[in-house]
């Protein structure tokens, strides 16, 4: 593809969701070169992430934050276009993604499709994974037409919801995990308050007596089946995680429900450690 076909742009908006993101969002921003409106709608960052942002093309909307799902939603709502492609802002295309998104996207815009699926690849200890299934070749929805489809409304762990035809892309886009097993566990500490905040507005069943077997299925699960025992170690490591956070956010949603005055100790705890917004 030659650089004047590069340096055109596609009906389509970039967003991404932001909270004290200065380290990851230009790497994000600056990947996908080809969309007309780049929207980083932010939570009250405390760092450099919004003059970053501003600084690599994108337009800043300032909302409190909803949750991931609401969050999403209201972003897309603001996008100059009805095309939105969604990332999160420690994750970014390659260039063979770019110039399969340069070839094809025009022809999915002109469609009645309702949303592309793209293959994120994640680096796990400073390399890419190879096999493991959820961080080698984990498909995403995160192209889609607003009016069309629209993210499940859930603190975490949302998903795009859809009725029409997608489209499936090739080529991988990278997630930067996380630089360290620290940043994973405080990350995964987060999600998993998160979840089990659902669950209790829910009022989900606890069942202890599952607990040691959603630790071992969980583990059975990826590092057998999901193959993550082909990547070594890592893949070990990775596994054990896994299963270590299933068992965990069960953990925490039983002391929910059996010290409810936890759910207010822990948000102010994770808000005096930046975790929380």
């Known amino acids: 593809m030659n650089s004047a076909d590069k340096s055109k742009t596609i009906p389509i908006t970039l967003v991404v969701i932001t909270y004290n993101e200065a380290a990851n969002i230009a790497r994000c921003l600056d990947s996908v070169p080809f969309a ?49 492609l969604c990332l999160d802002a420690d994750e970014a295309l390659t260039p063979e993604l770019v110039d399969e998104f340069q070839r094809d996207l025009p022809a999915l815009i002109n469609s009645s499709a309702a949303a592309g699926i793209m293959i994120r690849s994640a680096e796990f200890m400073g390399k890419r994974m190879r096999f493991y299934r959820l961080m080698a070749c984990e498909h995403k929805a995160r192209i889609y037409h607003r009016q069309r489809a629209q993210w499940s409304d859930v603190r975490v762990h949302e998903s795009l919801k859809y009725s029409g035809r997608d489209v499936t892309f090739k080529s991988p886009f990278i997630h930067y995990l996380n630089p360290t097993l620290v940043h994973h566990e405080l990350k995964y ?65 039983f002391e929910m429900c059996e010290y409810p005055e936890s759910v207010e100790l822990a948000k102010q705890e994770l808000k005096a450690k930046r975790l929380e917004r």
């Not at 989900?204 to 999901?226: G, L, N, S």
């Open 189 to 253: 500490l987060k999600y998993a308050e998160l979840k089990a905040r659902d669950w209790n507005d829910k009022r989900r069943t606890t069942r202890p007596i599952e607990w040691p077997f959603v630790f071992i299925a969980t583990f059975i699960k990826d590092y057998f089946f999901r193959l993550a025992i082909l990547d070594g170690w890592r893949g070990f490591a990775a596994a054990w995680l896994a299963a270590n956070y299933a068992l965990y956010k069960r953990l925490r949603y």
């Open 36 to 84: 007309a409106e780049k929207l980083v709608v932010d939570s009250g960052s405390e760092d450099e992430t919004v003059a970053i942002a501003t600084a690599h093309g994108a337009r800043v909307i300032q909302q409190p934050w909803l949750g991931f799902g609401a969050q999403r939603n209201f972003a897309a709502i603001q996008s100059s276009n009805d095309w939105l």
